[in-house]
């Protein structure tokens, strides 16, 4: 596999979660992580991470100043809370917690309750390990490939085996991760959040869900899937809902919801309304 020339690739087909990797907005980084580090400051948000990492993370689109970051987490973080029933006594698991946007949200929600957030980007791990207002959570990068954001990681995603034990966690979350998966990597992931999941414990997912949605922008079609790019799978993946629900069967896990997808709730900010296009998705163990 030639890395380097799948990476340009990856460059010419970015979403906006990967315009960081452009040399352009390398070279002006700097500088605006500076103003944005005074705008923060003035608004009491010196703690969130700098520019370029919440761009890592959601895109640059609206992120100066950090009031987008805030609001677009604590919404998220709301709808976690109302659609799994989440207890300030739980223990939580986020897959995919990139530089804390939501873990930031839940700081003072989980008390007594433990965080645990997972990533495949170390500089994502590395903010959410240097951030003051997240040093009772814990956090851990997963040495899992990804073209993007950890393209030496020596795991694939369908051989992956999380660092914990069984029965650990109450509640497993993960936003706009599967939409970036393939159907061998869900089904080894779902597994092992049937293995870590407790008694009760309970399962939400965002997905692409192909119903309802605009196909032109997924042209790709594979044997269960649609791919926005041959070339680039991880770019963007959607699913039909039954074959989402099939592999959580799989792994012994039924959905709850009522049989449909629940949408992101954007708040008032209408910016959140581009940034959340993906369906909700609850599981809980089977007995």
């Not at 223990?91 to 804390?100: F, K, P, Q, W, Y």
Request: hydrophobic share 45%; proline share 6%.
């Amino acid at each position: 596999m030639n890395v380097e020339r799948l990476r340009g690739v990856a460059l010419k087909r970015t979403s906006r979660g990967a315009v960081w990797q452009h040399p352009l907005f390398k070279a002006v980084a700097p500088a605006v992580d500076a103003a944005d580090a005074a705008v923060r400051a003035a608004r009491g948000l010196s703690h969130l991470p700098k520019f370029s990492m919440r761009s890592r993370a959601m895109g640059p689109t609206h992120q100066f100043g950090g009031l987008h970051f805030v609001a677009s987490g604590r919404a998220t973080a709301a709808q976690i809370r109302d659609m799994t029933g989440l207890r300030p006594d739980e223990d939580v698991l986020e897959i995919g917690c990139s530089v804390g946007r939501i873990a930031l949200a839940l700081a003072e929600y989980l008390q007594p309750g433990r965080y645990t957030g997972t990533d495949i980007d170390r500089r994502a791990i590395a903010a959410c390990l240097t951030n003051p207002k997240l040093e009772s959570f814990r956090f851990e990068a997963q040495d899992v490939f990804s073209l993007v954001y950890n393209p030496g990681g020596r795991a694939q995603g369908r051989d992956y085996v999380f660092p914990f034990p069984d029965a650990s966690f109450d509640v497993v979350f993960l936003t706009s991760v599967f939409t970036h998966m393939l159907p061998d990597d869900i089904a080894q992931y779902a597994r092992e959040i049937r293995r870590m999941l407790r008694p009760g414990g309970r399962l939400l997912c965002s997905v692409l869900a192909e119903e309802g949605r605009d196909l032109a922008a997924l042209p790709v079609a594979r044997d269960g899937y649609r791919l926005r790019s041959a070339e680039f799978p991880e770019n963007a993946v959607a699913y039909p809902l039954a074959e989402i629900d099939r592999l959580m069967a799989g792994a012994g896990m039924d959905r709850s919801d009522g049989g449909g997808a629940a949408a992101w709730a954007p708040p008032a900010d209408d910016h959140l309304r581009s940034l959340m296009e993906q369906d909700l998705l609850l599981y809980v163990p089977r007995r």
